[in-house]
């Protein structure tokens, strides 16, 4: 069974450090459940993505936080945590409960409040994503972790900073069209290649944003769909395959460190139960926490040859008017990582591509596409894909 | 579709400020799996609840490390949080998703490290679960919260407190015939008046305990459990009926300080897909944060009378040789409250007692059994109901 989505919201990302949990979650929430036109007297559970308003924010206990929010009291709710991956796991939830039959209409959403901390205490607080008895308290960090992975892609395959450059470049340009992407800013390979160093070889522009924010969606069944009919004026747009995959928390743990077998069997799992192939896709938002963790996952989404997902991006094909274009929306790099909203911010935007709603980064052909969102160093992946009706 | 309870395991509660996450998660784990008989290939999928380790051991993405853990890498995990309910929803996202035929083997687990931190810590890390912009900014701390339910109660019916002390003397006494009980300690009802007040009516003996410890347990599908067969030598358990009931996370968004709607509405769900009433069941496991909110648990669920929770304590009903045996094992004032892993072992109880394996405080009778995880002040309530077969 397919399960339709009613409707999207996300607040603008971006540095609001004196914007509350509450005032997010009501943007974002309020916005959804207006356009899906979806009584919200049939909503009967939610699912909420947050990774760590407990270190961040001193806030846990999302799911009846985010629905009193929304003056949803009653309906039961839960907070979903998979590192990068809370988002797209609620949303995975939500989709379970839609197809299972056992609910008609659910609320999934994603919230994160970052940039009033200071830098130490964000990264402090982001390795909680990894090992802490093997690995966080060695001195590790994120930027440490997949600095590693591009070494090691390098010496399996070649060198690719100018391309991973290159995804930056592309990233940036796709935000300059995004109304709710946090960074307005052009940029180009050589400021991305003599930006400071974070750790050898990301240097800042490699990196993923710190981001405020939230995305929510209304989720439902076809039969509901079938009974709000096109009221909403907006093209209807059904969620047909989805996959969690699992590995290793820590990186000593992993068959290998250039391909995520969490994303090899997600995808698998998607493509499988929407009957699909990668060469079917139009376009996709990719994991990019950082740049050369957006090449290894369009290669482990077999949208290109293992190792040759860089010259992918240097001929332009990931660019937003090429065969297969990325993170259309800025993806976590341009447009923002609320890292417990970024999963769900994804779908919003694969939702307002085959809408046809994008404006001035809408892209030609937009019938089927997919998120991919990671977790960790990829102890988490979760995938969706998305087709118009 | 029933769910068969195929392995149950959990690990010493108690103070063990040494003890790492993989540890504990290993220990539990390990004796659930191996107790199923159920090939470790067969589980498809796995719910990790745990409320707070990124506050209390800058530890979060348990999923993945649950799983790496037990040498499970490649099964897709994820955490699941509702604050001292948490252990409740991953047990029942369990249930879920063998009900829906998305899986035939599942593991649910919850884990709590705790001891390790200071009082200030753990309460600071514990107001998590409450409102931080609306409540715990103002100074609202747990033992407060439940205080002024506790007044309230006062208010509207009458003062209760030597019950409440009854309470507690009940689950130490329990507490001492089980040797997983973090509390080996007899007390009376004077020395529970006697004792320090921690936010009046609350003293130091109405409150539960802060632990460290992990349960975890194999549930699988009848089809499944029928392959597997009775080899492995324990009466089989069912687990015929769950509830999740929501309600507002902040106590001023409660119509009710002393009935709490989310166990109304969790109650009435799992009663109803048992088809059971409150008379058919045995025993429970109650969520005893405090005295007080077992009492209006056990009145909630149906169990007594409205206002007569205490009558039926002070009658000896609620005694492990009552009529209604209330937390035997000791409930989380006297056995613990690893806070993630509180809901399943709850659930390691009432199907340890429908087995006939609960030795020295075996109950007479034990074919129904019930357990009510609450998460917050009552923002969460997660009820499953078990039949021995």
Redesign the interface.
Known sequence: MSVVVAGIGETQMGKYPHR???EMIQQAGFAAIKESRVDPDRIS?AYIGN?????L?????????A??SLGL???????????CASGG?ALL?GV??I????HSAVLVGGVEKMTHQNTATVT??L???????FE?NTGLTFPGSFALIAHRYFHEYRNIQSEMAQVAVNAHDNALLNPNAQMHKKIDVDKVLSSPRIADPLGLYDCSLVTDGAAFMVLVSEELAAEIGSSNGHRRVKITGSG???????LH?KKSMTTF??SL??AQQAYSQADLKPEHIDLAEVHDCFTITQIINTEDLGFFKKGQGADAVAEGVTARDGAMPINTSGGLKAKGHPIGATGISQAVEIVTQIRGEAGDRQVRKADKGLTHNL??TA??CVINIFEGA
Chains 1, 2 share one sequence.
């Open positions: 509350g949990l509450h559970a990774f760590n308003g407990q270190q924010a001193s806030q846990g206990h999302f799911g009846p936080l629905m009193e009291s009653h309906v039961p709710a839960l907070r979903v945590e998979g590192a796991l939830q379970e409960a197809r299972s039959g056992r402090h607080a390795t909680s994503a990894m090992d802490i008895e966080a969690h995959g699992g590995d290793a928390l820590s743990g077998s969490s069997s997600a977790g960790g102890g988490t």
